[in-house]
């Protein structure tokens, strides 16, 4: 535990030091923090929310091969193999026909799908068992003297003021954390896009309208049919940015769902009543490079993707992947190759989901402002990626992953 009070104001300051402190406790903070622990190295996760609002964010529902072994690296695979859907494939709607994408036969790989909320309890699990501490519920979290050789962040929790000492800092802490906004504007180059529609979604315990995933093209606009698990359905409607959530009844929803995809599925919807409902916004966001002197930022605090391509929380994986190997190699063979390599690395990799992220979500989506040539250039795309082979493959081997 470490935690070592200063003499003079024992009652509300302590000081503890730690090798890597990590900000953030969804996938990448949690994923990086079993990686190091598995290494034997020490962390720290601090985390400003409470552990039942990070498992009640309903987020990411696919997971490519390379999350999937990831979790298998660490030793908890077990529940995503015994409950996760292997997929080989999904549809591509569009005309009000479906037309299936084989996932496996073009790109010889399936993906998992298994919820992130899934992926993060088995990760809180087994961080819990290993006795890897993570502090909840920790406030006003911030980052000191990045650029020297001593980092250390400081929080309050309980009314006790914290300080952690370390060599490390991740900044695990998505999009709207403290780690990105700690960097000088200065030293930092942002690329953004932003997109003139949201997503409202919708979870219910029903069963899902199809046993693969149906991506629609319908001129009402994109709609996404996705599961949790054979009972969990989660389906998605492209919507106006300015859509209220209150404004949409569950049947409302369901009317609106059915007319996006192909009668035969429409009719085959089963609904019920939703036990979530939000909006999300769209937006493509790359934040460079990924690292300020001793701190290293990963997942959504470097990068946003829409999330037409699936991909945010399977970029966190693979930029928690590179980090951790770099950490490794820092504390073992004394090298700081990967560390140096880090942002590069994981940058070349996050670019081409980003792209593909940017492709998939243009070709799927009404833009409200299109004069109709961007229509017709989508119409166009559509008729030669479901007519060729190659065209087809190309989507299919951005959607299982590319590899790290
Ligand atoms: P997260 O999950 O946002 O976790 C960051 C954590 O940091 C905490 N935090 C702080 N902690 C301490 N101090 C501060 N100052 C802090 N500020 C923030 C937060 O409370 C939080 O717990 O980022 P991370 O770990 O990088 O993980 C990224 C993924 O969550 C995200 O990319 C995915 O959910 C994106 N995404 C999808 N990704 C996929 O790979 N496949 C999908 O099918 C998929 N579907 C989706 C998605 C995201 C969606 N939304 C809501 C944006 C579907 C949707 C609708
Ligand atoms: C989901 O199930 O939440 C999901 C699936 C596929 C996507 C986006 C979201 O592309």
């Known amino acids: 535990m470490n935690e070592l009070p200063t003499a003079s104001t024992a009652a509300t300051s302590r000081r503890e030091r730690v090798q890597v402190a990590i900000i953030g406790a969804g996938p990448a903070g949690l994923l990086l923090g079993a990686l190091l622990h598995q290494a034997g190295i020490e962390a720290l996760v601090l985390e400003q929310r409470s552990a039942d609002y990070v498992l009640g964010r309903i987020r ?14 660490l030793g908890l695979g077990a529940r995503m193999h015994a409950q996760g859907l292997v997929h080989g494939g999904f549809a591509l709607g569009w005309r009000n026909r479906h037309q299936r994408i084989d996932l496996e036969a073009l790109a010889g790989k399936a993906v998992m799908v298994y919820g992130q909320t899934e992926v993060t309890r088995d990760l809180m699990d087994a961080r819990a068992a290993s006795g890897a501490r993570t502090v909840y519920e920790a406030a006003d ?3 000191h003297d990045l650029g020297g050789t001593a980092p250390w962040v400081s929080y309050r929790r309980d009314g006790v003021e914290h300080r952690v000492d370390c060599d490390f800092i991740a900044g695990c802490d998505g999009y709207h954390g403290v780690s990105r906004a700690s960097i000088p504007a200065d030293a930092l180059r942002c690329y953004e896009r932003v997109y003139p529609f949201g997503w409202l979604g919708v979870l219910c315990d029903t069963p899902p309208v199809s046993h693969e995933l149906i991506y629609s093209n319908h001129a009402r606009g994109f709609a996404l049919c996705s599961m949790r698990s054979p009972t969990r359905s989660r389906y998605y409607l492209q919507c106006a940015l300015d859509d209220k959530v209150e404004a949409w009844s569950d049947a409302a929803f369901f009317d609106e769902l059915r007319r996006r995809i192909e009668p035969e ?5 089963v609904t019920g009543p939703s ?3 939000s909006i999300a916004p769209l937006r493509s966001f790359v934040a460079e490079p990924m690292r300020h002197g001793r701190l290293f930022l990963a997942g959504d605090a470097a990068h946003i993707v829409p ?19 770099a950490l ?8 700081d190759a990967g ?3 880090y942002s590069e690395r994981a940058l070349k990799r996050v670019w081409k989901a980003v792209r593909f992220s940017w492709w998939f979500t243009s070709l799927m989506h009404r833009f409200p402002d299109d004069s109709g040539f961007g229509q017709k250039i989508q119409e166009a795309e559509l008729d030669y990626l479901l007519g060729s082979r190659a065209a087809s493959a190309a989507l299919a081997e951005n959607y299982v992953g590319l590899p790290l």
């Open 60 to 73: 990411a529902g696919v997971l490519e091969q390379g999350t999937v072994a990831l979790m298998d690296r």
């Open 141 to 143: 979290v911030a980052l």
């Open 275 to 277: 036990i979530e409902k």
């Open 328 to 335: 490794v190699e820092h504390y073992r063979e004394r090298s």
């Open 265 to 269: 599925a429409a009719e085959a919807l």
């Open 339 to 341: 560390l140096d390599a």
């Open 307 to 325: 999330p037409t391509g699936a991909k945010g929380l399977n970029l966190a994986a693979s930029d928690v992947t590179y980090l951790g190997d």
